[in-house]
């Protein structure tokens, strides 16, 4: 049984970053039609750069080919979707045995400290968490603090790294979150929390620049990396986005030098 090292080693390279492509969305949102044919955007964006994907179980099971060998992070929690009441938790649906029989390299389950289900959802992430650490998977969280609940203090920087470092707390081995906004406070943000961070693209649709801007200043601030999604495979080229965001993390390249790849002509 391969462990734990082994598997991060196929999420992150020799440098220690990462690119995972978020392709988990359809679990609960409406990826339509941007997302009508997922192997190829898979398939494309792994040729393009991309070190990882988050990914169900419908995508591990139907178009593993399409993954062209690179690391796969599946998504544990469900049980509820965008067309639902929205007054049920997220739960853990995806048992760890059944990651191993999709020969995935880690898993992925949220933690949403603060919010009104803080209890259910962060006793799924702990029991995940132990049960990884039998089988010798990594396990990725995503903290959020109060979880998708509108709050003042949801998502300020003081908070975000306050549910980043309980992630590591809880024996997490990557943790995903939100960008803080400023070199400065995600530089403490990584400087306090032990375990790697990488930052996610949210569901706000921003222009290239600023995206791009953002993962400059989160990879200088100590950052391991990216795990986005929509801004990438909702993008007119998606594979040419990755490769330029790929040429950001791994050849520490400027914003202009990326935007200028993603802009070449062939």
């Not at 007054?87 to 992925?108: C, H, M, N, Y």
């Not at 007119?236 to 986005?241: D, I, K, L, S, V």
């Given at each position: ?90 739960q853990t649906v995806v048992g760890i045995e059944d990651a191993i029989r999709l020969g995935v390299d ?13 209890d259910q959802i962060l006793k799924d992430l702990s029991r995940n968490i132990h049960e990884c650490n ?27 790294t306050f549910a980043c470092r309980m992630g590591a707390e809880m024996g997490a081995d990557i943790i ?91």
């Amino acid at each position: 049984m391969a462990n734990k090292i082994h598997r991060l080693n196929h999420i992150f390279r020799e440098d220690k970053k990462t690119f995972i492509m978020a392709m988990d969305h359809g679990n609960g949102f409406n990826v339509l039609p941007a997302m009508k044919y997922p192997g190829n955007i898979i398939s494309e964006v792994a040729r393009a750069g991309v070190d990882a994907f988050l990914a169900t179980v419908g995508l591990a099971d139907k178009f593993a080919d399409n993954f062209h060998g690179k690391g796969i992070i599946l998504r544990l929690d469900g049980g509820s979707s965008f067309l639902g009441s929205k007054d049920k938790p997220l739960q853990t649906v995806v048992g760890i045995e059944d990651a191993i029989r999709l020969g995935v390299d880690s898993v992925i389950s949220m933690g949403f400290p603060g919010s009104r289900w803080e209890d259910q959802i962060l006793k799924d992430l702990s029991r995940n968490i132990h049960e990884c650490n039998k089988w010798g998977i990594p396990l990725t969280a995503e903290m959020l603090p109060r979880g998708f609940e509108p709050a003042e203090d949801s998502r300020t920087p003081q908070n975000i790294t306050f549910a980043c470092r309980m992630g590591a707390e809880m024996g997490a081995d990557i943790i995903k979150t939100e960008y803080t906004g400023s070199i400065e406070t995600f530089k403490e943000l990584c400087e306090s929390v032990y375990v790697p961070v990488v930052i996610l693209g949210g569901s706000k649709k921003v222009t290239e620049e600023k995206l791009l801007t953002e993962i400059k200043e989160a990879l200088s601030a100590g950052g391991a990396g990216v795990a986005m999604g929509r801004n990438i495979w909702n993008h007119e080229n998606p594979a040419r986005f990755a490769g330029a965001i790929a040429k950001l993390i791994h050849e520490d390249c400027s914003v202009e030098a990326a935007l200028k790849e993603l802009n070449k002509k062939y």
